[in-house]
């Protein structure tokens, strides 16, 4: 017998993944209540920001401006301190989530990337650190919650209708690539994520934006569209040449398992159309006309595509790659 | 094109709209129209749209049962999308179209492109606009120092940026900076690259070649294999460059297979212990060991050989009533990948007969079920591992004519069905057989299951462009990052004498960003705040 699973390890890690889920779940619901409630400092502190703004327009010479929106100080209300508590338990949840990933790798020894549980364990994990940086980095912090919710639900699914068990990944996976290959594709697919939700806001933004009327009452409460192009872009541009680089490593090991480095199958392909659509973002940005409202809509497609990627190719259709292991 | 039409505006225009210059000026306009982006991008949308049916309908190439079935089961539909050539995408009319088309954009996109660049990379910063309060980003102080000490500093400072020092009128000196030059250059690499890597997997495409064979793993005389010409493989897909006639030669002997698997019969390794020659040795008949494996290929001169699968051989023998034995080894296909249970048939032509059709009442089939952990439950034989533990076989044995010289193809897994209908070849036994245990027939012949073998089934791939798109595809991957995430800045620095008596110098600072303005506010003041100190900030 080649690897010997520990089944005390392989336990704690599935507790801490399934506290992981709950703790995220937990989070969702602080950050639901500071968007329902939370409206009023928003405001204020929109208001500031838009000072900020006007005065960036005006060519007063001692005024240094920035395109970078300054950290903003509005009064601590009680649903602000609910949304921060919420960023505390998400710091939390993350912990006992690299948790559970390490745990598994110890318990099987190997890299804990070897089938779709542990594949969506790991791109989640990677989506809700991206999401934290652009909580760092940009005030979007009240929509955690609808960032959450689909990592909760792939979480979800990942735990129950995808869960394996801990155990060795047949011989064809034994390659150092499956490290390299597999860790490019998940850090790039969480990293997607963050882009993917940052555009559906700043459709239903720049709608409301054209027309008030349009999402009158959930809209204000977003921030302003060039912020979610903007992180959605940063993003994007991240992940970009990763997943790229995860492309060009799956041709190279495809090389040395399968006897040719490209033959469409059917997760190539998507891999290729998914290539092919961010590429058409990045493009999109530079072209009158697409700029905006067009590119937002790419960029969700491209996403669709990674998630169509991981769940019908995987399961549906049958290719190389069908190996990677379900239930 | 004739002369005498006609034209249609009058004789007076300037232009008068010969069919030629009509024809040109479509062309121009085609040109125009195709290397505009927003036709590039319309072209990647309906590229990633033509690639769809490549995942969502079983393509010829990759498992060709499975598209037959598919296209019969969908009757007039499924030969309409047959004929539209969806189940072989990539070879299509259609998808060949776009990406040509995309190809010619590129080109026309990246000709004027390339020399703009060229431009560029030689030109000068900017000159410092005349008012710099007006820049997105923009600081002013007035300091002790000298102008010419500001300067001397901010030069240190802006080490690595393209800089140019230009006099000003009323007593004013400036510098102007860019960096970020490196962003435009990856965006060369990455399409260039992209250009260089299609050219290299079409022609890949060409002078690729990939052939399967079936090798007994016992280091004997039927465990060599050499890429000698087409007929030594059982399949073989050439490119269209391709005939068969030089194949690179080299042999392998293939010497053992091991497995190991888990407890509950997942396979954990695989690897095959093999003797190869090229080149040289081939005159020399030296052999060189390899120890051959899943995700590791024997690569020899411009081929790769691959482990794909393995299977089982069962021996057997037969001992005919003269007394004269014929030992057969002939590998029978695992019908099922988890346990190995495995069907097949080992064929026997009667030895010393001479008369044909006497011959063709005496040809044996030895036809079944092998079972390498065997488990009989109801007089069921199946297999419960993929480990050979308790080998079993439970044959069918047939006798009469096999339909060997009847013209039809003969598959090395199955008998002629069609010669057991028309009852020309009838089952005379079925018995199970454990190892060393035999058969009697009616007439005396006694089939004995002597023992059991393995078999490897090897790929050899042969691809002369693969080093050619690997090399692009890391260009393209390198100039994909210079391109996205170096970032294009300006600064102008100018300084003038103080008014009045003291020595102060008044220095402005402008900024601007060209690419990704988000990040460079802190960025900015940080280098503002350097050049307006004369040091380094901590
Ligand atoms: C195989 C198809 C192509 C792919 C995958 C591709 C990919 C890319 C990528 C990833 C970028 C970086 C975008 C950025 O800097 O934000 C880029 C930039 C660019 N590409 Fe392409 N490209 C392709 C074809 C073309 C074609 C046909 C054209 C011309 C019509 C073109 C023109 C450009 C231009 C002008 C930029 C610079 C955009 C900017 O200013 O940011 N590309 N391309």
Known sequence: MLALVNETLSHYSDWSYTTATAIYVLALAFFLIEQAFGAKSRRVAERAQARQLVGAGAPAPD????????????????????????????????????????????????????????????????????????????????????????????????????????????????????????????????????????????????????????????????????????????????????????????????????????????????????????????????????????????????????????????????????????? | MTATETPSTPPSSPYRQTPARRVLAFLRNTWRGLTAMRTALVLLFLLALAAMPGVMLPQRPLNPPKTAQYIAAHGWWGTLLDRLQFFNVFSSVWFSAIYLLLMVSLVGCLLPRSFEYIRSMRAKPVLTPRNLSRMPHFREATVERSPSDVLAAARARLKGWRTVEREEDGGARSISAERGYLRETGNMIFHFAILGLIIAFALGKMYTYEGQVIVQATGGQDSVFCNSGIYAYDSFNPGLRVDGTDLTPFCVKINDFSAKYTAAGEPTHYSSDIEYQSGADLQTGTWKPYLLEVNSPLRTAGDRTYLLGHGYTPIFTVTYPNGEKRTQATQWRPENQTTYLSDGATKFDPPGVTNAAERRTKELAITGLFAPTSFIHGGILTSTAPELNNPMVAVDVMRGDLGLDSGRSQSIFDIDQSMVADGRLKRVARQNLAVGQSITLDDGTKISFDGVQQWVSLQVSHDPTQDYVLGFAIAMLAGLAGSLLVKRRRVWLRVRPADGDGNGTVVQVGGLARTDQAGYGEEFTRIADELLTGGKRK
């Not at chain 1, 011989?171 to 963050?194: D, T």
């Not at chain 1, 190279?252 to 891999?271: C, H, L, M, N, Q």
């Open chain 1, 63 to 327: 005024v240094e401006t920035t395109a970078d929106v300054p950290e903003h100080r509005a009064p601590r209300g009680r649903a602000e301190r609910i949304g921060r508590m919420g960023v505390s338990l998400l710091v939390l949840g993350a912990l006992l989530h690299v948790a559970a990933i390490v745990l598994r790798g110890l318990a099987t020894h190997r890299v804990p990337w070897g089938n779709m549980y542990e594949y969506i364990m790991a791109v989640t994990f990677i989506a809700v650190v991206t999401w934290l940086w652009a909580v760092r980095k940009f005030p979007v912090r009240h929509l955690s919650g609808f960032m959450l919710l689909p990592v909760v639900i792939l979480m979800f699914i990942g735990g129950t209708a995808l869960y394996t068990v801990a155990a060795p990944v047949v011989p064809a996976l034994q390659s150092y690539w499956l490290w390299i290959h597999v860790s490019a594709a998940i850090v790039s697919s969480g990293i997607f994520m963050v882009p993917g939700v940052a555009s559906i806001f700043f459709l239903i933004r720049s709608a409301h934006d054209r027309n008030p009327e349009r999402f009158a009452r959930f809209a204000p409460r977003l921030p302003a569209a060039d912020m979610l192009d903007r992180v959605a872009y940063r993003a994007t541009v991240v992940a970009f040449p990763l997943f790229t680089f995860g492309v060009l490593c799956g041709a190279v090991w495809a090389e040395s398992a399968w006897g040719r480095f490209w033959g469409w199958d059917p997760k190539e392909t998507t891999a290729f159309v998914a290539w092919v659509v961010y590429a058409a973002y990045l493009h999109s940005r530079a072209t009158a006309g697409w700029r905006g409202t067009r590119a937002a809509v790419i960029n969700i497609l491209g996403f669709a595509v990674m998630v169509f990627n991981l769940f019908f190719v995987n399961l549906v259709t049958t290719g190389l790659h069908s190996y990677a292991g379900v239930g």
